[in-house]
């Protein structure tokens, strides 16, 4: 049997191109011809671990901006495409600076995000040129942080969210964008809740707020992890026909920021390319503005998770194995980490990972096993896509050698989510670039854990 192609890695569809196996049965990630023993790494900086690629981020940058910019010019689009990353995906600065080099735009979802970005243009790190998106509501410190970027240079673009928000920006000298909530039955299958949706202004309220002074943007976000193409195209096909209308009272209105939602096949089920969907948008935009007399509107988008989930991969060790006496596995594996610390989607949205081992990826002897965080917690485990995760059978009173697992896609959600049940550290970081490791989060000591309870 083809090992690597069991763990389906060096494929492409799964984002797992960069991952192979060496002739020991370890892991390996290659970055042109460097190449990362993964667990070399587990051995030499202990686990929990996760491990950043940045290579991986702009490598899936740089591929989607030259796939719009493509398409744009095969279908002589006339509108420009653009990117922001949000950063609430990861507001780690070896996440922000990497696509900010590659030539991401920004948006930020709070006042402590914007202030994140005020530090690094003052340091001159950015391209003064570079435009922010001001998302989220707008607390009177988030107001004046925009205030006072924009009016020291800065392209600071609040999307209004709400009335209140009218008020403030409604007629700024400044560029301005506002937010549509699409009604639930235009999308179907996406991870948020149509029914209580709170973002943004209706169709009619939007078409009542009469003349803004700068409008140019016209934004919403349908969710995260959008498994069908058809719930994005719907939305964009509802979106237009309102653009087109709040176009006619607000002539300055160009552009159509759809936020995120383009999904990660976490559950190695290949779902619609991004290419296709590309091509599929464009066009769609370009037939509806040429019908209906404007045109061709700007894009932007907001991916966050597809550009930033496959750079990072979280590794555990095994530290003890029970037999599972009635279930779909043989085995609980404890691993020295916590899902609902490290990995709280595991708990928090049921999110399916791409499991595998760290070393012994040649093992024929395989096991169906559970696997189970170290807190206290019943919650606290991970069984898998299909009822189990299957790894090398394995027993850790019995061998001197560790078992190490590894999580792929870890790079998006994870780290701005985790928190300290039971006191437990967080994983240590360390960076992978150019064949160089530098460790970003040294593993927490008890005494600086206590420090955040006030001990
Ligand atoms: C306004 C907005 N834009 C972009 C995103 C990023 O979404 P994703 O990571 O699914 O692309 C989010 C996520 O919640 C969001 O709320």
């Known amino acids: ?39 070399y790494l587990a051995e030499k900086f202990g686990t929990p671990l996760e491990v950043v690629f ?44 990497p696509l900010v080099s590659e030539g991401a735009n920004l948006e930020t979802g709070s006042a402590n995000e914007l202030w994140l970005v005020k530090r690094l243009w003052e340091q001159a790190t950015f391209n003064p040129k570079i435009k922010i998106l001001c998302n989220g509501p707008k607390t009177d410190k988030y107001i004046r942080l925009i ?13 209004i969210e709400g009335p209140n928000e009218v008020g403030v920006f409604g007629q700024s000298r400044y560029d301005i964008g506002v937010r549509l909530d699409i009604p639930p039955q235009v999308t179907v299958d996406s991870r948020w809740d149509k029914q209580v949706d709170r973002f943004g202004f209706s169709e009619s309220e939007l078409l009542h707020l009469g003349r803004m002074r ?32 709040l176009k006619k009272i607000n002539p300055t209105l160009d552009t159509i920021d759809i936020g995120g939602g383009m999904p990660i096949p976490y559950d ?16 769609m935009m370009k037939k509806f503005a040429d019908r209906n007399g404007i045109p ?24 003890d194995s029970k037999a599972i006496a009635k279930g779909t596995a043989k085995k609980w594996y404890v691993i020295d980490g916590s899902f609902m610390n490290d990995l709280l989607d595991t708990w928090a949205i049921h999110q399916k990972w791409h499991v595998l081992p760290t070393a012994h990826l040649e ?21 898998g896509q299909n009822s189990y ?42 960076i992978a670039e150019n064949g160089h490791i530098i460790v970003a989060r040294k593993r927490e000591t008890a005494e600086e854990v206590g420090k955040l309870f006030g001990w």
């Open 296 to 319: 061709h509107p700007n894009l932007t988008v907001e991916w966050g998770r597809y550009i930033v989930a496959p750079a990072q991969v979280t590794i555990y060790k095994v530290i």
């Open 214 to 245: 700068n409008l140019k943007i016209l934004h919403y976000h349908v969710g995260s992890q959008i498994e069908k193409q058809a719930d994005i195209l719907q939305p964009l096909r509802y979106a237009l026909k309102v653009f087109t209308k």
């Open 54 to 97: 940045p290579f991986i981020l702009e490598e899936r940058l740089e591929d989607l901006l030259d796939l719009f910019n493509a398409q744009i010019k095969a279908l002589k689009y006339r509108g420009r495409f653009s990117y922001h990353y949000p950063m609430k995906v990861n507001q780690n600065k070896e996440v922000v600076m």
């Open 389 to 430: 995760v299957l790894l090398p059978d394995f027993d850790p009173s019995s061998t001197a050698e560790p078992l190490y697992v590894t999580f792929l896609d870890s790079g998006a959600y994870q780290d701005p989510l985790a928190s300290h049940h039971c006191l437990l550290s967080s994983p240590a970081k360390i």
């Open 268 to 283: 190695r089920k290949v779902g619609y390319s991004v290419a296709n969907l590309a091509g599929q948008m464009l066009r």
């Open 1 to 39: 049997m083809n090992r690597k192609r069991f763990w389906k890695l060096g494929m492409r569809e799964f984002n797992t191109q960069y991952f192979d196996v060496d002739k020991k049965g370890d892991l390996l990630v290659r970055e042109g011809n460097n190449q990362y023993n993964l667990r």
């Open 363 to 383: 093992s024929k002897k395989l096991v169906k096993t559970w696997l189970a965080g170290s807190s206290c917690d019943s919650d606290d485990k991970y069984t």
């Open 147 to 159: 205030d006072e970027l924009q009016h020291r240079g800065l392209s600071v673009m609040p999307i």
